[in-house]
């Protein structure tokens, strides 16, 4: 029976709806009838692409009025459309909604039928779905997008004062003490407030103290038991002259300073966007390298210890033995993390020859997976986060699978980071977590 579906299919239909089927088969997408809830396997769909990528079949990424739930083919093209489910932050009920409002004429248009997070937006933007309906390139979209959303302040009082502070902006000018004065204000409101017999009173440090003396002001500090104190009113009385002085800087300079402000806000937005380029966005939003893969940029010149994986040995190959065990001979490689198995200590990268499963002892993928916080942030995340590239030593074990190794005499680390591929091809990598 299962010979005569294929038969029909083969012969009924053209190719490319035959590839597009297998595609969403072997990508572990679901039929928009079955349940709609079970989580998207980045790196089952990336090898997926892969495999239909290397029998010649193009895949494109998502497009805002072609693409449907799944792969879908397009018989004009001759091309297979990356459907909505696989995009990262697109959930089901948000695929749904772009399908029914289907077709739109504008990027506008988008924006009016549908009500998406910034997230989502995002990541249609990251993944070229406007490319049709929309002139801009992505990054002038993105761009636009980010700047649209920022709440712009039109006026300035010193309610805005920790940003300022924070931000410099009162640093070599004439209220730099005035603002010092408010940051001293501002810490001792927090927790230095302290009741001796009856009355209120600011408890200072010996810095607090010397700044104090320091200042072109007179006040009459206390000091008890070796501690240092002054009364919260003539604190108070003599920050208030500090205050209406940078209440009128703030006055003469508001347009300068607001047009600065408003820049700060959007960089700092922007800086968790519009890392990275064309590649990198794809792989955050699609999980696989449509247009721009980034590991073609590397100058592998000054790297030639980074080997193609399909030109490794498919078995080990065994320099030595020792106590019974084959001393492998060692290879480096490098690729973008696409998914992770914490149980198996397994990750899954693309690399140049397409997607490689990597294998690890416990330790040594606990180490490099851990999450490292301090103060409650979070200061260094897993080394193989999804579109992470990291390079890797080790030795090919078979068809598609590397395992991490390293031996005491050699310098290498099993595992490194790349932080940054610079424009002329060079790598910025580390080995060490932080903290």
């Given at each position: 029976m299962i010979a005569l579906q294929v038969l029909n299919l083969v012969t009924n239909y053209e190719e490319i709806a035959w590839n597009a089927s297998c595609l969403t088969v072997e990508s572990g997408a679901i039929d928009q009838d079955s349940d709609k809830n079970n989580s998207t396997n980045y790196g089952k769909i990336a090898v997926a692409i892969s495999n239909m990528e290397s029998m010649g079949v193009n895949i494109s990424p998502p497009d805002i009025n072609r693409s449907g739930y799944v792969f879908?083919?397009?018989?004009?093209?001759?091309?297979?459309?990356?459907?909505?489910?696989?995009?990262?932050?697109?959930g089901d009920d948000v695929v749904e909604a772009i399908v029914e409002q289907q077709p739109?004429?504008?990027?506008?248009?988008?924006?009016?039928?549908?009500?998406?997070?910034?997230?989502k937006v995002i990541s249609l933007i990251k993944s070229g779905a406007f490319r049709n309906v929309e002139d801009k390139s992505r990054k002038e979209l993105l761009y636009d997008y980010i700047n649209s959303r920022i709440k712009k302040k039109t006026s300035l009082s010193l309610r805005n004062m920790n940003f300022l502070f924070n931000h410099k902006f009162f640093n070599n000018t004439e209220v730099a003490e005035s603002a010092l004065m408010w940051k001293l204000r501002s810490i001792l409101r927090s927790g230095f407030k302290i009741n001796l017999d009856g009355e209120e009173y600011y408890k200072l440090e010996s810095k607090m103290v010397e700044f104090l003396n320091n200042l072109?002001?007179?006040?009459?500090?206390?000091?008890?038991d070796k501690s240092f104190y002054i009364e919260q009113n003539e604190f108070e009385d003599k920050y208030d002259k500090h205050?209406?002085?940078?209440?009128?800087?703030?006055?003469?300079?508001?347009?300068?300073?607001?047009?600065?402000?408003?820049?700060?806000?959007?960089?700092?937005?922007?800086?968790?966007?519009?890392?990275?380029?064309?590649?990198?966005?794809?792989?955050?939003?699609?999980?696989?390298?449509?247009?721009?893969?980034?590991?073609?940029?590397?100058?592998?010149?000054?790297?030639?210890?980074?080997?193609?994986?399909?030109?490794?040995?498919?078995?080990?190959?065994?320099m030595l033995w020792k106590n019974k065990y084959p001393v492998y001979h060692l290879s480096t490689i490098i690729g973008t993390?696409?998914?992770?198995?914490?149980?198996k200590h397994m990750a899954k990268i693309l690399t140049r020859s397409g997607v490689v499963t990597v294998k690890f002892r416990g330790g040594v993928f606990a180490y490099y997976d851990k999450q490292v916080k301090k103060n409650n942030s979070i200061i260094d995340s897993s080394f193989f986060s999804r579109g992470n590239k990291v390079v890797i030593t080790g030795y090919r074990s078979n068809d598609?699978?590397?395992?991490?190794?390293?031996?005491?005499?050699?310098?290498?680390?099993?595992?490194?980071?790349?932080?940054?591929v610079t424009d002329s091809g060079e790598l910025e990598m580390r080995s060490e977590k932080h903290g």
């Amino acid at each position: 029976m299962i010979a005569l579906q294929v038969l029909n299919l083969v012969t009924n239909y053209e190719e490319i709806a035959w590839n597009a089927s297998c595609l969403t088969v072997e990508s572990g997408a679901i039929d928009q009838d079955s349940d709609k809830n079970n989580s998207t396997n980045y790196g089952k769909i990336a090898v997926a692409i892969s495999n239909m990528e290397s029998m010649g079949v193009n895949i494109s990424p998502p497009d805002i009025n072609r693409s449907g739930y799944v792969f879908t083919p397009d018989f004009d093209t001759k091309e297979i459309l990356f459907g909505f489910k696989g995009m990262a932050y697109i959930g089901d009920d948000v695929v749904e909604a772009i399908v029914e409002q289907q077709p739109y004429i504008s990027y506008e248009d988008v924006m009016e039928k549908l009500n998406l997070s910034k997230r989502k937006v995002i990541s249609l933007i990251k993944s070229g779905a406007f490319r049709n309906v929309e002139d801009k390139s992505r990054k002038e979209l993105l761009y636009d997008y980010i700047n649209s959303r920022i709440k712009k302040k039109t006026s300035l009082s010193l309610r805005n004062m920790n940003f300022l502070f924070n931000h410099k902006f009162f640093n070599n000018t004439e209220v730099a003490e005035s603002a010092l004065m408010w940051k001293l204000r501002s810490i001792l409101r927090s927790g230095f407030k302290i009741n001796l017999d009856g009355e209120e009173y600011y408890k200072l440090e010996s810095k607090m103290v010397e700044f104090l003396n320091n200042l072109n002001q007179s006040f009459n500090i206390q000091q008890k038991d070796k501690s240092f104190y002054i009364e919260q009113n003539e604190f108070e009385d003599k920050y208030d002259k500090h205050a209406d002085i940078l209440r009128k800087f703030i006055s003469d300079n508001e347009k300068e300073i607001i047009k600065r402000y408003n820049k700060i806000l959007f960089e700092e937005d922007a800086s968790h966007y519009l890392d990275g380029g064309i590649g990198k966005w794809e792989m955050d939003s699609i999980s696989y390298y449509a247009t721009d893969n980034e590991l073609e940029y590397i100058n592998y010149d000054n790297y030639p210890f980074i080997n193609r994986f399909d030109d490794l040995e498919i078995k080990p190959v065994s320099m030595l033995w020792k106590n019974k065990y084959p001393v492998y001979h060692l290879s480096t490689i490098i690729g973008t993390c696409l998914s992770r198995n914490k149980t198996k200590h397994m990750a899954k990268i693309l690399t140049r020859s397409g997607v490689v499963t990597v294998k690890f002892r416990g330790g040594v993928f606990a180490y490099y997976d851990k999450q490292v916080k301090k103060n409650n942030s979070i200061i260094d995340s897993s080394f193989f986060s999804r579109g992470n590239k990291v390079v890797i030593t080790g030795y090919r074990s078979n068809d598609d699978t590397f395992r991490a190794k390293t031996y005491s005499r050699t310098k290498m680390k099993p595992v490194y980071l790349v932080e940054k591929v610079t424009d002329s091809g060079e790598l910025e990598m580390r080995s060490e977590k932080h903290g």
